[in-house]
């Protein structure tokens, strides 16, 4: 199924991302992963795609099988990169085999190395060619707070506008940790008449390690009050995962309250964090 069709229906809706093994031998634990969460009957499930397109084969795998095997609806990200034409359409004819109908359309990080392909420049050249290529539902990244490398935040969403101008059918926010940032980019994209479904991405934040990360690659804001649980339950790995998760989960119920019904978690291969987030809303979703 098509993911704009699902986020048609009007209803909130919950997905989970998973990401393929950097190393043969750690696909098996991997696949284990996905297939618990995908038990878990989501909307859809994202599967990554790895730095330099190393992972291509193993995105195309886990996608087909939560689908195959479990029925649920994957999303296989494609990023463009590091990424030859030659290699995008391969890509492309193997989803297009596996009846997998949704791809995510991301430019990538710069590899450390610096060494990029010149086929594409920009994730709206990606969109465009996967339009061009078959009929995909397409989505891309939004930066509620701007991504790193936009001049500024009217920038960055001229060039959103241009991804949903290229053929984009939805968009999936960076994580975000305070709602408001989200309420306010929302009001902002929707003036500029960016009309398409944006699901909201949360990260559970389970460990400190996770924190220093985020703030590396991303500079996402703090909030006073996360920080306040990650000063008074960082040390503590078990209160640490337990805050995390609520307070993920309390984010989800204000969305959901104030009409973001689409919610994406960024879980991390980690079934049962899945599943507490899953179980806390049971009643809302």
Do not use: W
């Amino acid at each position: 199924m098509k993911i704009k069709d699902i986020l048609a229906q009007g209803k909130p809706t919950l997905s989970f991302e998973v990401f393929p093994p950097k190393t043969e031998d750690k696909y098996d634990s991997v696949e284990r992963a996905a297939a618990e969460i995908a038990r878990l009957k989501p909307s859809f499930m994202s599967v990554t795609y790895g730095a330099g397109g190393g992972t291509s084969r193993y995105t195309v795998e886990i996608a087909s099988g939560i689908q195959e095997q479990y029925g649920v609806t994957p999303l296989a990200h494609l990023t463009c990169v590091s990424s030859t034409r030659e290699k995008v359409h391969q890509v492309l004819s193997e989803l297009k085999e596996k009846r997998i109908e949704n791809v995510l359309a991301l430019r990538g990080d710069i590899p450390a190395d610096g060494r990029v392909a010149e086929d594409y420049h920009y994730a709206s050249e990606l969109i465009r060619e996967i339009k061009d290529f078959g009929d995909f539902c397409i989505g891309a990244a939004c930066y509620p707070e701007g991504h790193v490398e936009s001049v500024n935040k009217t920038a960055d969403i001229q060039h959103l506008k241009e991804k949903v101008e290229a053929g984009c059918d939805f968009v999936t926010t960076q994580m975000f940790f305070d709602n408001n940032i989200l309420y306010n980019y929302l009001y902002r994209i929707r003036e500029k008449g960016i009309t398409v479904p944006v699901v909201a991405g949360i990260m559970p934040v389970t460990n400190v390690a996770q924190i220093k990360r985020i703030c590396q690659m991303s500079g996402t804001y703090l909030p006073s009050r996360f920080k306040a649980i990650v000063d008074r339950f960082g040390e503590n790995p078990a209160a640490m995962k337990q805050a995390g998760i609520a307070y993920a989960t309390e984010q989800i119920i204000d969305l959901i309250a104030n009409g973001v019904n689409g919610i994406h978690v960024y879980s991390m291969n980690k079934p049962d964090v899945a599943a507490r987030i899953q179980d806390s809303l049971s009643e809302i979703l």
